[in-house]
């Protein structure tokens, strides 16, 4: 997110044309809506999920047709 914040940033600063200014306002209300996103997640629930994930190694089977 941060790399996000940075280039967009970084390109306000710059001489731009009124689409690549549309592109950075749509680039930046997408950003305010995925932090509210990742904000709202409950990341230990999702973290605590994956600890009781379990893992099971099965073998793969090449199969040559011909």
Do not use: N
């Not at 994956?50 to 893992?55: G, L, N, T, V």
């Amino acid at each position: 997110m941060c790399g996000i914040i940075f280039s967009r940033k970084m390109l306000e600063g710059t001489a731009l044309g009124t689409e690549q200014k549309q592109l950075l306002r749509t680039s930046a209300q997408c950003q305010q809506q995925l932090s509210k996103i990742l904000d709202d997640s409950d990341l230990d629930s999702i973290i605590d999920g994956y600890d009781i994930s379990e893992f099971v190694l099965f073998p793969l089977i090449y199969i040559h047709v011909v």
